[in-house]
């Protein structure tokens, strides 16, 4: 069965260094999200994406992030100047449609850790 | 906020027994969708009901839909060992683009 991959597992940075988070989505699915859970919280929305440009994004997408399809398969979230407080699990999602507003399917998530 | 509170927060149930997670929400939605997440794990899908449904079964699982409450709920029946997780709604709402919003989540343990 397709999934939804991410790379690496577990991320260990400096606060103020770049981070890139690698994310593979199912191959047939059109549209693309980035969610991030903070230890002990809930699931927050961070960034959609289709058609190779940003749908919506929360007010935690700062400047600071920024979202990228290089090829016809990654989907990366890039951090740019890592803060203590980005410090979370980041999950990917895909969708093949949210017209009829279908089921996302994530991937295992990236730790990150900003010391 | 969009997205209500969870309840209960915690859930602690014998091998067999059923499970009742709770849900609410505050503004119109398309669907309400409900995901699982093993510790530390990424989040699986479980079911999704749309707004002019009101109940939905997937073998163990029932969702409802009370969408004058505002309200959606989960029965997990005959529960297992293995379905000890934590379990979380999450609402699409209209002209939002797809995206889910997540509630605080339900941590579900379940003794053997």
């Known amino acids: 069965e397709p999934e939804v991959t991410q790379t690496p597992s577990h991320q260990v940075t400096q606060m103020g260094q770049e981070v890139i988070l690698r994310c593979v989505p199912i191959?047939?699915?059109?549209?693309f999200y980035w969610y991030r859970q903070i230890l002990g919280q809930k699931v927050e929305f961070l960034v959609s994406?289709?058609?190779?440009?940003?749908?919506?994004k929360s007010e935690i997408f700062d400047d600071q992030f920024s979202v990228e399809r290089p090829d016809g398969s990654n989907f990366t979230l890039k951090i740019r100047s890592t803060k203590l407080e980005d410090s979370a699990m980041y999950f990917c999602?895909?969708?093949?449609?949210?017209?009829?507003?279908?089921?996302?399917?994530f991937g295992p998530g990236t730790r990150l850790t900003v010391l | 906020s969009q997205q209500g509170e969870e309840d209960p927060q915690a859930l602690s149930i014998q091998e067999g027994e059923n499970a009742t997670m709770n849900c609410s929400y505050k503004?119109?939605?398309?669907?309400l969708q409900w995901y699982r997440q093993n510790s530390g794990r990424g989040l699986v899908h479980l079911i999704l009901?749309?707004?002019?449904?009101r109940e939905k079964h997937s073998g163990r699982l029932r969702v409802t839909l009370d969408t004058s409450k505002k309200s959606s709920s989960l029965l997990i029946t005959a529960s297992r060992a293995a379905d000890t997780a934590s379990y979380f709604c999450?609402?699409?709402?209209?002209?939002?683009?797809?995206?889910?919003?997540f509630g605080q989540g339900t941590e579900l343990s379940v003794k053997p």
């Open positions: 999602a895909s969708s093949p449609s949210w017209r009829t507003y279908n089921e996302q399917f």
């Open positions: 191959s047939n699915h059109l549209y």
């Open positions: 994406f289709y058609n190779n440009e940003i749908s919506e």
């Open positions: 503004t119109s939605i398309n669907n």
């Open positions: 009901i749309r707004s002019n449904e």
């Open positions: 999450a609402t699409v709402f209209y002209n939002q683009g797809g995206k889910l919003i």
